[in-house]
């Protein structure tokens, strides 16, 4: 973990933190909010750090326990994810069963939920009963994207940190001066704001596959060379076996694609992300600021479907469709 970068992207709530723990202020339950890639993972770490390491200037970052916590493997830290798509009940009271058996001692003991919005109702509420009666030495951390879907019960019962979007261009500069193509970095850094994450998804390589398909499915939108639906299922089957996560990562692409024909058409270039593309295609840019608005509308109600159990194939056939003109 990259603490000054940390530090230099979050001042705001490590100066929070930090002064929290001094004074003794610290909450019982957290909720880390904030788009994705702003470091609410990275200080949930370091705030475990802070609570379970015993050397001077807490967290040290070089004993065992701060080691442990950034191993994942210290026993006071625990890391709840969610399985399926979903935190269970039985995931929470696991965690409550294990707290009532250990008798009290000194030691803190912190647990963190990822995707703390994925809580179904009867977890949520298992939870709710925990947080009304906190225990002196347990914190917890809850982590979220979606603040507005996280239940107000839960929201009321702890102190909500939001972390701020790191500055695009300077994320743009980072990105550019590790090797990666201009293009590409500009598209993903406005899926995520973190760098490593950026990075790792690039290397996963499928992150790239989508963005070809994203151009050419662009560039006959335009064109009108090719139907949007022959092109999807001659370059696009591949999404039909992927994960819901990166289904929603390419309809993210291409509403950034469609947002691209907007800036362009109002002449606000230094905002278009796909800028090989775009530049290469102007005199096919014929449609109306009004037209594309409503195109992005559409594929924004298909983003939201696809939270739903559906048929990915026949979602496609519809959707592409609509793209076709
Ligand atoms: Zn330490």
Known sequence: MN???????????????????????????YIFEGPRGTSKEEMALYLAMMLVCKQEGKPCMHCQDCHRVLNNSHPNVVIISPEDEMIRKEQIEQLLYNYSLTSIEDNNRVYIIKEADLLNQSAAN????????????????????NINKVLSTI?????????????????????????????????????????EEIVSLINEGVVLDIIDLV??????????NKSPLVSFFEKGKFLLTETKKLNSLFIDILIIF??????????????????????????YITLSVEEISK??????????????NINLELFYTEMMLVLAR
């Not at 195109?295 to 739903?308: F, K």
């Open 155 to 195: 929201k009321s019962r702890s102190q909500i940190v939001s972390f701020q979007k790191i500055d695009y261009e300077e994320i743009i500069r980072r990105l550019i001066n590790r090797g990666i193509d201009e293009e590409v970095g500009r598209i993903l850094a406005h899926i995520t704001s973190n760098e």
């Open 258 to 283: 469609m947002t691209d024909l907007l800036y362009y058409k109002i002449s606000n270039y230094q905002n278009i992300c796909f800028m090989k593309t775009i530049f290469e295609y102007p005199k």
């Open 215 to 224: 151009k050419e499915l662009g560039v006959n939108f335009l064109t009108g």
């Open 126 to 145: 298992a939870l709710l009963k925990f947080l009304e009666e906190p225990q002196e030495n347990i914190y917890g951390i809850l982590i979220t994207e």
């Open 3 to 29: 603490i000054e970068k940390l530090k230099q992207d979050q001042k705001a709530v490590v100066r929070l933190l930090e002064n929290s723990y001094k004074k003794g202020r610290l909450v019982h339950a």
């Open 295 to 308: 195109y992005i509308e559409e594929l924004l109600s298909y983003r939201n479907r696809l939270e739903y």
